[in-house]
């Protein structure tokens, strides 16, 4: 491979920047209350940051992949953050903002597609598939620091609650991919410790782990044990329940088109 090749491989893509530079002025127009249109503002800002931390969440992989010896997924061009050259671009991307839409969950996409067989060494695997939602963590632990240091004041309101929203789909999409389920990242922290009897018997049903999680929140209780974890986690981060919730309600800003009651989350 050519160094040309190589720069063009890892050249961040103008897809992304484009999103980047969305949620940027979103977030812009949710601080400065532009133009009286907050609810639209934050749902651009949450979904944008939201498409964002999904491209990290899998250039992570991609890169540590990189460095443990798959060159291939330079070829593939997931160093370069384009959404559009994932593998299942329709898991990895639209599915997790419709679950964003539809419930306020932060529910973890497709991978992309390594070459296991390049690498060599049992940690090296499983690095690789916790570097995803290590981003997740680390993208949480950023979008509340304003929260546990603190400092909020001259922080608008409406910003404080979009920031307490997008932390929430943080955690929940880190909770989510931790688990050891298969098909998910959780599952490939373990596999390469597990042996290769077990490891052929949950084979075919790793396609299935997502649906099966999704499948699994539509149990109350394991929903309210779910997101009782959640919002434990979220106080220990200095982020009170109301502000995730008054993030969400400014998310759907569309509920008042429906007569939606308005739950009084106040901005000014």
Known sequence: MTPAATRSDRRISPVFLGIAAVTAVAGWAVWTGFADSTGFAVFLFVTGAWIVSLCLHEYAHARTALH????????????????????????????????????????PGGAVYIERGRIHGRWKHSLISAAGPLTNVAFAVVCTAPFWLDALDGVPRAFQYALAFLAMLQVTAAILNFLPIPGLDGYGVIEPWLSYRIRRQVEPIAPFGLIAVFALLWVPEVNVVFFDAVHALLRGLGVEE???????????????????????CAVD
């Not at 593939?76 to 969950?105: D, E, Q, R, W």
């Not at 008042?256 to 009084?264: I, M, T, Y």
Request: glycine residues 16%; proline residues 5%.
């Open 242 to 264: 109301f502000q995730r919730y008054c993030g969400y309600d400014l998310y759907r800003f569309w509920r008042s088109w429906f007569g939606e009651e308005d739950p009084g």
């Open 68 to 107: 443990g010896g798959d060159l291939s997924v330079g070829a593939k061009g997931y160093l370069t953050l384009n959404p559009l050259k994932y593998t299942h671009a329709l898991l990895s991307i639209v599915l997790p903002v419709l679950f964003v839409i539809m419930g306020g969950i932060g529910l």
